[in-house]
């Protein structure tokens, strides 16, 4: 009887998972197609002057989501579990909590924006003459201003993963970039004369409008019983949310250092030339990586359903699954990495020759994450982050003097080596943590 009832919950999650991964290609496919799209109209609407202002401010926007202080993570795995457990009450305290915590910090950081900001000076921070541009102090404060509205409400995504809907955030995703298309392409119609503020304004409210509209509904209509409520916060769940999401937290922080850095190190000791060759191998071999994360995001939270049920069985499959889906992804890497020369003057013209060192390294690199976010994302989805937040802390201390040390050696695809040889040790701690939680291991670092 047990044993039936087990199968038909793993039959279940195994239905979840794979309507997920096919609704996420899909949606992810025509963000994709309407994100290439917009490239030129937005080009055709401002200037190559203002659309670089409008990259460097977007390229800020990135790591400021980062800084959420991992309630999102948090969030994701802690309700996962509550619900694996039916246990509403706890799933409402933990979604209540999250919405009070963040709401309050991004309150606090943006109130000290708001009294700081007459002492910032982002044209000169951007190197940008104030009669080239003399409104971006007023942009970026309005920009400043709606990302902390938005930090709250993409709590959204988390809730949606958590419930095993990971393929609504693509289709949210998607619908805010075509929301973003039309409105450009109106104004490109109606208002010729392009206009800096509102294609940053439409960018950054976009999403904005949709997460709130997602926020609304679903706690209005379809899950109104999990609906935030101060009465639900508690200090107990303060303490586990903010305990587990400050550990996120620094992990995120680690490797959005370990993995954004690369180009500035490439540049600082090489050449821009050198970025320009990393940057179009990382985006021709990057197919594999974007394919990869469609296929293990719904992984997270039926992990942590899973777990908190004690199916280690399915654990186990899961695993096996996704390693083959690996082996398969990282064979396609190789055969890309083989058309790469052909593709490369296909696709830029015979200008440029991008080294067959730098295709290797990049090759290898995105071989080496695929592998590792197979592990990460089932130690994150379980909560037991607390050696990948020590193993993140080593990767830290190690990479500068490793990246330095080889890039002396095999010049800058040596910096992307040092990134991979450390994923490598990473994959192997994670996947040995991973092996002992699923035979039940008692050690104390595994279960922490």
């Known amino acids: 009887m047990y044993q039936t009832k087990s199968s038909n919950k793993a039959i279940i999650r195994e239905k979840t998972i794979r309507k997920n991964i096919f609704c996420s290609i899909v949606f992810k496919g025509l963000s994709i197609i309407i994100s290439l799209l917009l490239v030129p109209l937005t080009l055709h609407y401002i200037d190559k002057y203002n659309y670089g202002i409008w990259m460097t401010i977007s390229s800020i926007l990135v790591w400021i989501y980062y800084f959420d202080i991992g309630i999102g993570s948090g969030l994701r795995t802690k309700l996962a579990e509550a619900i694996a457990q039916n246990n509403g009450h706890l799933a409402r305290g933990y979604i209540s909590t999250a919405f009070y915590v963040l709401g309050s910090a991004m309150l606090v950081l943006v109130a000290l924006y708001i009294l700081l900001s007459r002492l910032i000076d982002w044209n000169k921070i951007f190197n940008i003459s104030h009669s080239n541009s003399p409104e971006l102090n007023e942009i970026m404060f309005i920009v400043i201003t709606l990302t902390g509205l938005s930090f709250v409400l993409k709590l959204i995504v988390a809730i949606f993963h958590a419930l095993q809907y990971s393929s609504i955030n693509e289709f949210l995703n998607f619908f805010a970039n075509f929301l973003s298309f039309a409105f450009i392409y109106v104004y490109t119609q109606i208002m010729p004369k392009g206009n800096l503020a509102l294609i940053v304004y439409t960018f950054v409210a976009m999403p904005i409008l949709i997460y709130g509209i997602a926020v609304f509904i679903v706690f209005t209509k379809k899950i109104k019983f999990l609906s935030p409520n101060i009465k639900y916060v508690s200090k107990k769940n303060i303490k586990e949310l903010v305990g587990l999401s400050g550990n996120f937290f620094i992990i995120q922080i680690i490797n959005l250092i370990l993995y954004s850095t690369t180009s500035l190190l490439i540049a600082h000791y090489f050449t821009p030339t050198s970025v320009t060759y990393y940057s179009i191998s990382y985006r021709y071999f990057s197919i594999a990586m974007i394919i990869f994360t469609i296929v293990i995001n719904p992984y997270w939270g039926a992990i ?143 279960n922490q």
């Open 304 to 446: 942590t359903n899973a777990y908190a049920k004690q199916d280690m069985n399915w654990i186990k499959l899961a695993i096996k699954k996704l390693m083959l889906i690996w082996g398969g992804l990282s064979a396609l890497v190789l055969l890309l990495l083989a058309c790469s020369n052909l593709v490369y003057n296909i696709w830029l013209g015979k200008e440029i020759s991008i080294p067959i060192s730098m295709c290797i390294s990049v090759a290898v690199y995105i071989i080496m994450f695929n592998l590792n976010n197979i592990y990460a994302s089932i130690i994150n989805g379980i909560g037991k982050i607390r050696l990948q937040l020590y193993t993140a802390i080593i990767q830290l201390l190690i990479f500068f003097p490793l990246a330095l040390s080889l890039s002396k050696i095999a010049g800058a695809p040596g910096i992307i080596w040092a990134t991979s040889i450390l994923l490598a040790i990473t994959t192997i701690a994670l996947g040995w943590q991973v092996l002992l939680l699923t035979k039940r291991s008692s050690i104390k670092i595994i």
